[in-house]
């Protein structure tokens, strides 16, 4: 089976008080596994997003150093997919999974109540089989929101796709 591992926005606009044992973790985890690729996707904001436009947010902006891959993860990413919408299921995305081959992708990252939850069900919706690692994703808005957006997932991708780091060999 070949696999790979997805970080899904681990940047350092998105490290704070409930995100911040995420690298460090996640790095452990990479150490001790064994992908066949590791790939990370990065929100970059511009004045032209939904966020920017609608939301008002102005941070993330697009070659800012609050749009990098934090320094601890950024080694172990052979790709780096930018995205400037919640779902890093872009069209480069694809064409990268589907020229691979990749039979299993595995998610990691930051927000598991945005854009991990927006990544995942597009690539469940695209019928490739998918894994969310739980106690690998955190929310920026708090434990609440990530369980949150855990029981959504267990609806919706099924329950067997949503396991804990120590669950994947």
Same mark, same amino acid.
């Given at each position: 089976m070949k696999k790979c591992l997805v970080i899904v926005d681990m940047q350092n606009a998105f490290i704070n008080q409930y995100t911040e044992h995420l690298p460090h973790k996640t790095a452990k985890f990479i150490e001790r596994s +064994?992908? /066949?690729s590791?790939?990370?996707? %990065?929100? +970059?904001?511009?004045?032209?997003?939904? +966020?920017?436009k609608l939301g008002n947010w $102005?941070?993330?902006?697009? &070659?800012?150093? /609050?749009?990098?891959? @934090?320094? @601890?993860i950024k080694? *172990?990413?052979?790709?780096?997919? /930018? $995205?400037?919408? +919640?779902? &890093? *299921?872009t069209k480069? *995305? %694809?064409?990268?999974?589907?020229s691979e081959g990749f039979d299993r992708l595995f998610f990691c990252g930051v927000n598991t109540d945005c854009c991990v939850l927006a990544t995942v069900l597009a690539c469940y919706d695209a019928v490739q089989d998918c894994v969310v690692i739980s106690d690998l994703c955190a929310s920026t808005l708090g434990?609440? $929101?990530?369980n949150h957006a855990l /029981?959504?997932? %267990?609806?919706n991708i099924t329950p067997d796709r949503v396991l804990n780091s120590f669950e994947i060999d």
């Open positions: +064994c992908f /066949d590791i790939i990370a996707t %990065r929100y +970059c904001n511009t004045p032209e997003t939904a +966020c920017y $102005k941070d993330c902006m697009s &070659g800012t150093l /609050d749009a990098e891959i @934090v320094s @601890v080694p *172990f990413a052979q790709h780096i997919f /930018d $995205k400037t919408t +919640c779902s &890093g *299921f480069e *995305f %694809r064409k990268y999974i589907q434990e609440e $929101k990530h /029981d959504l997932l %267990r609806d």
